[in-house]
C-alpha cells in the first residue's frame, strides 16, 4: 500500500528526491513520515508531515524537505546537500496512532552516498 521511489547513488553534496506512492485507502487523515536505517542502526526519523506539522531529524534539518500531495495519495522528500552518513535504507510510513506496531510501513529504497 506504500510504495517508495526515487532511491539511487549520489555524490557527496549532491541531491536526491524520493516518492512514496499510498494506495489502498485514503492517507489525506494518516501523518506520513520518512525513517532511515543505516546497516548496524536503529531505524531513525527522517521527518513526517501532519496536517500543518512538519517535525525533521536533527540530522537532516535544513537539508531535506518533506511535502505531500493529498489529492495524489503522494509523499516526498526532497534531500540536498547529502553526506555519506545519509547513507540508509529509506522507507516510508503512514499512521493513526504513532509510528510504533500501528504504523503501515513501504518497503524502502536505498541511499547511497559516496564521498
Known amino acids: 500500500q506504500l510504495q517508495a521511489s526515487g532511491g539511487g547513488l549520489v555524490q557527496a553534496g549532491g541531491s536526491l528526491s524520493l516518492s512514496c506512492a499510498a494506495s489502498?485507502?485514503?492517507?489525506?487523515?494518516?501523518?506520513m513520515g520518512w525513517f532511515r536505517q543505516a546497516p548496524g542502526k536503529e531505524r531513525e526519523l527522517v521527518a513526517y508531515?501532519?496536517?500543518?506539522?512538519?517535525e525533521y531529524g536533527d540530522s537532516v534539518k535544513g537539508r531535506f524537505t518533506i511535502s505531500r500531495d493529498n489529492d495524489k495519495d503522494t509523499l516526498f522528500l526532497q534531500m540536498n546537500s547529502l553526506k555519506p552518513e545519509d547513507t540508509a535504507i529509506y522507507y516510508c510510513?503512514?499512521?493513526?496512532?504513532?509510528?510504533?506496531?500501528?504504523?503501515?510501513w513501504g518497503q524502502g529504497t536505498q541511499v547511497t552516498v559516496s564521498s
Open positions: 489502498g485507502r485514503t492517507f489525506s487523515r494518516y501523518a
Open positions: 510510513g503512514a499512521t493513526l496512532r504513532g509510528w510504533g506496531s500501528a504504523a503501515i
Open positions: 508531515i501532519y496536517g500543518d506539522r512538519i
